[in-house]
């Protein structure tokens, strides 16, 4: 069984700074990409940032701000989210894309807020 565990969410300040991680478990085939998604009540969910094969992709309104890395030993997903603003709060949920197909976290709470 896939499990993908979110953690790092909390409240922060604007200007301040967050780390996501998301580890995956129960995935004994290949790994294609990792991300970090967001969504707000009544909005759709957004790309947030993906690493694929070492190619990093980033939404716009993050890019660079925000910056993703891989531990594929731990089988670790993380988002370091930096200069934090109030237009990031959202819940963010990490997504797994693999052989036997797609996977989301449970989703974690960012709140940006002074």
């Known amino acids: 069984q896939v499990q993908l565990v979110e953690s790092g969410g909390g409240l922060v300040q604007p200007g301040g700074s967050l780390r996501l991680s998301c580890v995956v478990s129960?995935?004994?085939?290949?790994?294609?990409?990792m991300g970090w998604y967001r969504q707000n009540p009544g909005e759709q969910r957004e790309l947030v940032a993906t690493i694929s094969g070492g190619v990093r992709n980033y939404a716009l309104s993050v890019k660079g701000r925000f910056t993703i890395s891989r531990d594929n030993a731990k089988n670790t997903v993380y988002l370091q989210m930096n200069s934090l603003k109030p237009e990031d709060t959202a819940v963010y949920y990490c997504?797994?894309?693999?052989?036997?197909?797609?996977?989301w976290g449970q989703g974690t709470q960012v709140t940006v807020s002074s």
């Open positions: 129960g995935i004994i085939y290949g790994i294609y990409d």
């Open positions: 997504r797994v894309v693999h052989s036997r197909g797609t996977n």
